[in-house]
């Protein structure tokens, strides 16, 4: 049959769009229930449409604050893992120095251990300091965390840069600094962005590792999860629906310049 023979040519197509819809569907709820105005305290059950809370985002007391500190946490994070991460990246791909496979494998662990065992051990390890649980604790921890993911990104972006681009700079009497600036940099940009974007997302997203290290301190994510033990605010919907539409935006946008700049190559 015609649709039989349809549905195996773009099986795969089927699949792969079935997949999105399945991940975007809980962004839409999200989104949806934005515009509710519940009767009780739970945004759980669908009553009136109401544009109240996007024009009020901050109606709920210390929300803002909260979401203003997680900005500034994850902002703080990817500065600092990214430039870490991409040094890292250079060394274990351009070097040959003793422990560079332990150092390989022990990069790769943040990422396979549970989120509540490291979480426990910075605590420890804090405590064992003496350190004051806060905004430090809370940022030393996230970019511990994340270093591990730019690593990766950055690393896989070096190791397919094609090294005679480097000896041509040189050879047109390029000095080191003008050769990273112009031609090394450049090439490896896309992998740091991407490891960029990847450590803030995990950081502004991040629960149990800074629930265990913030003290008294609140972060969205810890503000989110206490809220929905006494009622659910419409205004944390709407900060998601707005976080996911600046998500795609700078997505769409880097795939814009990306496209851009190929048809200009050609």
């Given at each position: 049959m ?10 795969i ?8 819809a399945?991940m ?13 105005k519940?009767k009780?305290?739970f945004n ?11 024009k ?6 210390d ?7 997680s ?6 994070a990817?500065i ?26 022990l990069?790769?662990l943040?990422m396979?251990m549970?989120?509540v ?5 910075l605590l420890?390890?804090f ?6 649980l806060?905004?430090?604790t809370?940022l030393?921890?996230?970019i ?9 990104a950055?690393?896989?972006?070096v190791m ?5 681009l480097e000896e ?7 000095g ?7 031609v ?5 940009a ?17 629960f ?10 609140v ?21 998601g629906t ?6 795609v935006?700078?997505?769409v946008v ?5 496209n ?6 050609r």
């Amino acid at each position: 049959m015609p649709v039989l023979r349809w549905i195996r040519r773009n099986l795969i197509v089927i699949a792969g769009l079935l997949t999105l819809a399945y991940m975007i569907l809980p962004n839409i709820v999200v989104m949806v229930f934005s515009f509710n105005k519940p009767k009780g305290r739970f945004n759980y059950a669908w009553q009136h449409f109401s544009l109240d809370a996007w024009k009020d985002p901050c109606g709920v007391a210390d929300m803002c604050g909260s979401l203003s500190l997680s900005l500034q946490i994850a902002t703080w994070a990817t500065i600092g893992a990214t430039v870490l991460g991409t040094m890292i990246s250079f060394a274990l791909v351009r070097y040959r120095f003793r422990a560079r496979g332990a150092i390989n494998s022990l990069i790769f662990l943040p990422m396979a251990m549970p989120e509540v065992v490291m979480a426990a051990s910075l605590l420890t390890l804090f405590l064992n300091m003496g350190a004051q649980l806060g905004f430090w604790t809370i940022l030393i921890a996230h970019i511990m965390f994340c270093l591990s993911f730019v690593v990766t990104a950055v690393k896989a972006r070096v190791m397919s840069m094609d090294p005679r681009l480097e000896e041509a700079a040189r050879d047109l009497y390029a000095g080191p600094v003008q050769t990273f600036l112009r031609v090394t940099l450049p090439i490896a940009a896309p992998g740091i962005a991407a490891g960029a974007l990847l450590a803030f997302a995990l950081s502004f997203d991040d629960f149990i590792i800074t629930n265990f290290n913030a003290g008294s301190t609140v972060t969205f994510p810890m503000f989110v999860w206490g809220s929905a033990q006494r009622g659910t605010p419409v205004q944390i919907n709407v900060i998601g629906t707005a976080m996911f539409i600046i998500a795609v935006l700078v997505v769409v946008v880097g795939q814009l310049i990306a496209n851009r700049r190929k048809n200009t190559a050609r």
